[in-house]
């Protein structure tokens, strides 16, 4: 999970993404007014998670106005847009996220975070694929035991969706805050044939 600073101005965001990509992309010009995927990749996602750059990119344009934003998206070259529309995430409300949230997408929710205890008797379950030198396995654990997870308040109703981002990162404070993440599957038995649902596996966040 990473903190990150939303751009004020679409000024200050393409000083960012306009960068030339890295050193061995020689092809690619900074400052040339256009934003292609590689430099997107220099931002901080990886060539071979397009969701999470876009995710990324989503959440640090989040606070520009609609002027800024349309003036930016006529920067982005023809993949990046093309990307940019498959992986767009949606932006929700707990409660949203409850109704509407499908697995596997990308999604950015506001509300504050409240930790469950590790000792509590939450027994939801996560399929995550661990690595083992040069091979990995899925396995099924505990959701508690391999994340930190909170109840994210909605901020009109009463209702909450589960958060959650993985142990070794700093835990979140109770104060309203963006997160920013995949949606992903809990499921009450090892067989997933029991009680179903879901949480936001969080990659990103930041103060709104």
């Known amino acids: 999970m990473k903190r990150i600073e939303p751009y004020r101005n679409v000024e200050e965001a393409m000083r960012s993404l306009d960068n030339g990509g890295r050193f061995y992309t020689t092809e690619i010009k900074a400052n040339d007014g256009v ?8 931002i901080g996602g990886r060539a071979d998670h397009k969701k999470d750059l876009i995710l990324l990119f989503q959440m640090s344009i989040s606070q520009l106005g609609e002027t800024d ?4 998206f006529s920067k982005l070259d023809s993949e990046v847009l093309q990307i940019y529309k498959k992986y767009k995430p949606q932006e929700l409300s707990a409660d ?14 506001t509300g504050t975070p409240k930790l469950i205890r590790f000792d509590t008797d939450l027994n939801w379950l996560v399929e995550f694929e661990k690595v083992f030198g040069n091979t990995s396995t899925t396995l099924i654990t ?9 109840e994210l ?4 109703t009463n209702q909450s969706f589960l958060i959650a981002h993985k142990h070794g990162t700093e835990k979140l404070s109770n104060k309203r805050i963006s997160l ?3 949606v992903k599957e809990l499921r009450s038995t090892e067989d997933g044939s029991g009680e179903k649902g879901k949480f936001l596996e969080v990659m990103y966040h930041f103060r709104p």
Not at 69 to 72: A, D, F, H, P, R
Not at 142 to 150: D, G, K, N, S
Not at 153 to 156: G, H, I, R
Request: charged share 30%; proline share 2%.
């Open 96 to 109: 949203d996220a409850n109704q509407k949230g499908q697995l596997a997408m990308n999604a950015i929710i």
């Open 180 to 182: 920013g993440g995949i």
């Open 35 to 42: 934003v292609n995927r590689a430099e997107l990749e220099r």
């Open 153 to 156: 308040e909605d901020e009109k």
């Open 142 to 150: 505990p959701l508690i035991q391999e994340y930190h997870v909170y």
């Open 69 to 72: 934003k349309e003036s930016l």
